[in-house]
């Protein structure tokens, strides 16, 4: 079936330090793909995305790349912040005769000034 | 985009009652979703709203537990029925102005069943 594996949580980062969290997906067709942010006390909301193959998602600072080879979507900062305190979902749509985003697990990440 | 209000933000409730959950959308979006979120884990899918017929469950989720109403594109309620502590959790409505394309969330309501 259609799923989304996340590296489990939490993380916990120095300010300024490079963020990596790891995203697998198993899905029958061509999903587009989604990283959603919560912080705490809130709902999620929409970091990046990507709809192909090839295709990179970035937004404040956050990147993650589209790889059909690997079904990857691993979301990376170069410098993260006490801000970028949050839980991370890496999530997948797709048309099974009518559209199901699938959320991964979430990974929760701490920075420390 | 879409901005998503959610009432009540939290309440504590006794068992064996029932709670009624409004979300409203300031924009007409095409599909809405109920979700449960367990405190430190995902979100499990309740239901898809329809507009103007009945709700699309998951497995797990029935009717006459989770009732729930989209008289038009913009608003929809979600009532968590007979409640129990098992219910305890935060609720989440979402809404998608092109299906399959980004979901907009609601803040949640966090419900604690004594």
């Known amino acids: 079936g259609n799923s989304v594996t996340q590296m489990e949580g939490p993380v916990t980062l120095s300010e300024e330090a490079f963020l990596t969290i790891n995203c697998t997906y198993t899905?029958?067709?061509?999903?587009?793909l989604f990283w959603y942010v919560q912080y705490p006390g809130e709902g999620l909301q929409l970091l990046l995305k990507?709809?192909?193959?090839?295709d990179k998602g970035s937004n404040k600072g956050f990147e993650a790349t589209y790889r059909k080879e690997t079904t990857s979507f691993h979301l990376e900062k170069g410098s993260v912040q006490v801000s970028d305190s949050a839980v991370y979902f890496c999530?997948?749509?797709?048309?099974?005769?009518?559209?199901?985003?699938?959320f991964g697990a979430g990974t929760r990440l701490f920075v420390k000034a | 985009s879409a901005v998503i209000s959610q009432k009540p933000s939290r309440d504590i409730c006794q068992r064996g009652t029932s709670l009624t959950i409004q979300c409203q959308v300031d924009?007409?979006?095409?599909?809405m979703f109920w979700y449960r979120q367990q405190p430190g884990q995902s979100l499990t899918l309740i239901a898809t709203?329809?507009?103007?017929?009945?709700?699309?469950?998951e497995s797990g989720f029935v009717i006459d537990k989770f009732p729930i109403s989209r008289p038009n594109l913009t608003f929809s309620t979600l009532t968590v029925s007979n409640m129990s502590p098992e219910d305890s959790s935060i609720y989440l409505c979402?809404?998608?102005?092109?299906?399959?394309?980004?979901?907009?969330f609601g803040p949640g309501t966090r419900l604690l069943v004594l």
């Open positions: 999530a997948l749509s797709l048309d099974t005769g009518g559209f199901k985003t699938i």
């Open positions: 899905a029958t067709g061509y999903p587009s």
């Open positions: 990507a709809t192909k193959a090839d």
């Open positions: 924009s007409q979006v095409t599909m």
């Open positions: 709203a329809n507009q103007g017929s009945e709700a699309t469950y």
């Open positions: 979402s809404g998608e102005k092109v299906p399959g394309e980004t979901q907009y």
